[in-house]
């Protein structure tokens, strides 16, 4: 009836411009590509390739590599955050939440190139690093540049998740925990820590999901030397026109994070989406 | 009871003195603190030196900076890099405004329906943010490629892409607001003799107002900071602020793109501080979490 | 005075089905110009669902509904000259306390002018004079109320409908306000249905009352008839506190019966033309009408009941027994504090008493 009529105008956008899309490159994934032309086809070639030479599995485990690690650093160090945020009882509660919000608000490139500024070869970090005596490192066009660079992005992600399922635990149940005679350190170990696990498995799930797919951190802060799954779908595309690949390794990408996501939404019985 | 009387208490840990039940828990404070600081620290520190290398004489940001300069200001503002920022503001908001259109009849749709397979069709609308926006970009290229319309690439190409990668924010604010809406209050409405239109335009959209404006900011800020998309979707001369700062900082470190960054979160902020005058926006973003 | 026979609202034979659940089953009502009909009943019995068939919110699955003597079952809401007040009174937060009781005559196209004036009146006429500029978020829940009920006064409906328009509000207020709706109503002669689980509520405000248990109505009359003559064990549990004693027919006369308890003790009961004829049955006896002690004054006529008393509560200006009959059936009974009434302690064994005319025999509900 009514309703449904109003819902059809996004579903038809949707469907032309989101969801055929991902079907064609669904079918190109599996045409064949020759010398810089693609005919019809079926062939598992792009995938196979793909996951079989050492060079692209190389990208993909590194990628799968580095998602992991910031999942886990975004969670353990936006904990005390959310932490404060939640239960802090400072009056500086409000600029804090705002300095947490604020990245979201400028874009990925701007901020991953307020970290080109800071861990320039000249920049501020190897001064420092100078200073206390530990020589000049090297931070950018390599792996270590884009993981300091994707925590950062990803961070306030993790810090949210995590701020969602400490709201849910009430304060009162640490405090019974104390007043059976659990220290501080032990009561948050043993109840307030496991309660939010699943805001924790959230935060690491959604980062994950969105390291694989992050291009524009690894692009300035790798520069041409790192590469990851994001970069090498754009760089199929545009720079090898090499569609039919670049389809594969878009639709491997995609198969993953729908795996995470949907993993951790069955585990915790509600939706995971960013 | 005789049980009782064999039963040994169990008591707590037992007793430590003042002193160093004061050295504990200032230890733990302090560990907590400084961890804080710290991670906050980092937080703010890219953002910070964006500023600060804008404003900075040399080249490189060094430590006491070496003075002030506004020459990084004076290649900022000009057609190199204005001429992007307008293209991505005129794109954020006929992109907000779109999508608060579609998605705001569509999570009317959606709550009002009591259709079967309404929760599966949520679920698509949603779907475009669980879909790696990057792969969202690239289906996109290849398809306009593939019909034809390699022409659209440039604004209308990236419009439409935005929409698709924003309808689902207005779609989600559009229902957070719904649920705080008392059906009884329409049920009112037409009880005293306003049909469906005079319904939804006198009562029902005042009160999902917050959320229409909300899901619009939200449309606004992510097509305006949007790289995965517009990647695709631009063309030469016609590509949004983003992609313009990543090809440039690709290739060569320039402060320019410093004052330009700090251009960019100002236009964020401004909109945000104008909307928040219109609507409580900033609630919403923790009822985004759901 | 108005002719009291035009119908205003009517309601027939509607029946509303939620998947299984029958909420509303063969319900009909008439109600006359300028009348206040209450439906009452436990939460759940399909008051509600009634209401919102009339005002158009639901569809009935079967029946019809008439307002003035036209079908409207096809119409939407905005289309039926009803006006709601809710039980969360429903005020729109957005608009201001003129604003909203405007929002009806807007809908309808009065004039500005007039709206003005007509606002204005039904302000005063709820006594909220110079509040109209104020939002509902800053009004007292019972200014609210007041609110909501100049909201649909002000359009002059066909038929004025309350659901539970009170039960958010705390005793003292509920009983003046309920005063308040009952003048209004009964100032502008206007005709109104109202939803309430509150009997003290019905009692009180309405010309007839139409009992409801589960989608069913019961019974319907003005409320004397209600608490003197309930039909049903149900109708007279629910309004009022009753006796039940249980027993058998044994014999019938035109206007009176004879019961036999289960101990043997027989009981001489009044029985309605249409009451049962045999078998097991319940005599209905209010606390009120039992009397506490032995034979003096004594017709002859009087039912005498052996008990054993249970409880004392005193309550000031009555004295509140329960008691136990050999049958194994508790009775309350409430003596008047008079001095020389009689007394009893808890333990004593007791005769009651009572007349004839005062038991009232119906049928046993089926469990
Ligand atoms: N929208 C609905 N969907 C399903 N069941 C309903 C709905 N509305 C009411 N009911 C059911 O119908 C019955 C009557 O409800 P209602 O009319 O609200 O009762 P009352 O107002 O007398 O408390 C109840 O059993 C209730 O659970
Ligand atoms: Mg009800």
């Given amino acids: 009836m009514r309703p449904v009529f109003l819902v059809t105008p996004a579903l038809v956008y949707l469907v032309v411009l989101c969801f055929i899309p991902d079907v064609i490159m669904l079918a190109l994934s599996v045409f064949e590509y020759r010398d810089g032309v693609i005919y019809p086809g079926f062939t598992f070639e792009h995938y196979v390739g793909f996951l079989t030479d050492s060079f692209y599995l190389n990208i993909l485990l590194r990628t799968l590599y580095l998602a992991f690690g910031v999942g886990v650093l975004t969670v353990l160090i936006g904990y005390p ?111 307030t820590l496991p309660l939010t696990l699943p805001g924790m498995v959230t935060g690491f799930a959604l980062t994950f999901a969105l390291v694989l797919s992050a291009y524009a951190t690894p692009r300035i802060l790798g520069g041409r030397t790192v590469h990851t799954t994001a970069t090498q779908i754009y760089d199929q595309m545009l720079f090898l026109l090499n569609w039919p690949l670049a389809g594969a390794i878009a639709v491997i990408v995609l198969v993953i994070s729908l795996v995470v996501l949907w993993v951790t939404s069955r585990v915790q019985g509600k939706l995971v989406i960013a | 009871m005789t049980v009782a009387a064999e039963h040994r208490r169990i008591r707590v840990a037992g007793y430590v003195s003042p002193t160093r039940a004061w050295l504990e828990r200032s230890l733990l404070t302090i560990l907590y603190r400084v961890a804080l600081g710290l991670i906050l620290t980092f937080i703010a520190a890219p953002i910070v030196v964006v500023f600060i290398a804008s404003v900075n004489e040399t080249q490189y940001l060094r430590f006491p900076p070496a003075g002030f300069s506004t020459r990084w200001w004076e290649a900022a503002l000009t057609e190199r890099w204005m001429g992007p920022t307008w293209l991505s503001l005129r794109l954020a908001a006929v992109t907000a405004v779109m999508s608060s259109i579609l998605g705001t009849l569509a999570a009317l749709g959606i709550y009002r329906g009591s259709f079967r397979g309404r929760d599966a069709l949520l679920a698509a609308l949603l779907s475009p943010l669980i879909l790696p926006q ?142 928040e005058r219109f609507a409580r926006v900033s609630e919403f973003i923790y009822q985004q979490e759901r | 005075m108005e002719q009291p026979s035009a119908t205003d609202v009517a309601v027939v034979g509607v029946t509303k089905r939620f998947g299984d659940v029958t909420a509303v089953h063969k319900v009909s009502l008439d109600v006359a110009h300028g009348e206040f009909l209450t439906l009452l009943g436990p939460s759940g019995c399909g008051k509600t669902t009634t209401l919102n068939i009339i005002a158009g919110f639901l569809r009935p699955d079967d029946g019809q509904i008439l307002l003035g003597g036209q079908r409207v079952d096809h119409l939407p809401p905005y289309r039926r000259d009803t006006a709601m007040v809710f039980q969360q009174y429903a005020l729109f937060p957005h608009m201001t306390v003129a604003e909203n009781i405007a929002f009806g005559l807007q809908m309808r196209k009065a004039p500005k002018a007039e709206i003005v004036t007509r606002v204005q009146r039904a302000l005063e006429i709820v006594r909220l004079p110079g509040l109209g500029d104020r939002r509902p978020s800053q009004l007292s829940g019972g200014q609210q109320q007041r609110v909501a009920l100049a909201r649909a006064i002000v359009v002059e409906p066909t038929v004025l409908l309350l659901d539970e328009p009170l039960s958010n509000l705390d005793l003292k207020l509920r009983e003046n306000l309920r005063l308040e709706i009952k003048r209004v109503q009964r100032e502008l002669g206007i005709t109104a249905i109202y939803v309430t689980h509150d009997q003290g509520e019905a009692l009180v405000m309405s010309d007839r009352i139409a009992v409801m248990n589960q989608g069913v109505v019961e019974q319907l009359g003005p409320p004397t008839e209600i608490y003197e003559e309930p039909r049903t064990a149900f109708v007279a549990e629910f309004i009022g506190t009753s006796n039940f004693l249980r027993g058998r027919l044994d014999g019938v006369e035109e206007e009176t019966a004879n019961i036999v308890l289960a101990d043997g003790v027989q009981l001489r009961a009044r029985r309605r033309p249409d009451g049962p004829t045999d078998g097991e049955v319940l005599v209905m006896v209010r606390p009120e009408h039992l009397a506490l002690g032995g034979g003096n004054g004594t017709d002859g006529r009087a039912n005498e009941l052996r008990a054993l008393v249970k409880e004392v509560v005193y309550l000031g200006s009555y004295i509140r027994f329960v008691a136990e009959l050999a049958t194994g059936d508790t009775v309350t009974v409430e003596e008047m504090n008079l001095p020389g009434a009689v007394r009893a302690g808890i333990g004593e064994s007791v005769t009651l008493r009572v007349a004839p005319e005062h038991c009232l025999l119906l049928a046993r509900p089926e469990r």
Wanted: net charge positive; hydrophobic share 60%; glycine share 8%.
């Fill in chain 1, 81 to 191: 955050v959310a932490y404060f945020l939640v239960r802090g009882r400072s009056r500086f509660k409000g600029l804090v939440l705002m300095l947490v919000l604020m990245p979201l608000l400028a874009s990925v490139v701007v901020r991953t190139f307020g970290w080109l500024v800071l861990l320039e070869p000249q920049g501020l970090v190897n001064q420092l690093l100078d200073v206390v005596g530990l020589g000049p490192v090297t931070l950018i066009r390599n792996y270590t540049g884009v993981f300091i660079g994707l925590v950062h992005v990803y961070l306030p992600y993790s810090i949210l998740s995590i701020m969602a399922s400490l709201s849910t635990v009430h304060p009162s149940l640490e405090l019974a925990a104390q007043n059976l005679g659990a220290g501080r350190v032990a009561a948050f170990r043993r109840v």
């Fill in chain 2, 134 to 275: 990057i792969v969202t970009g690239a289906a996109m290229l290849q398809f306009f490629a593939l019909i034809g319309l390699r022409d659209v690439l440039g604004f209308p190409a990236l419009l439409l892409g935005h929409i698709v990668i924003t309808l689902p924010y207005a779609i989600r604010t559009v229902m957070v607001s719904l649920h705080g809406l008392d059906r009884r209050l329409e049920w009112a409405a037409q009880d005293l003799g306003a049909n469906p239109v005079q319904t939804f335009v006198r009562v029902t959209l005042p009160l999902i107002k917050n959320g229409v404006f909300a899901g619009a900011v939200f449309a606004f800020i992510v097509s305006f900071n949007d790289v995965p998309i517009s990647l695709f979707l631009g063309r030469p001369g016609n590509i949004p602020i983003p992609i313009a700062i990543l090809g440039h900082v690709e290739s060569r470190f320039d402060p320019a793109v410093a004052a330009v960054a700090v251009v960019t979160i100002a236009i964020v902020l401004a909109l945000i501080a104008i909307a």
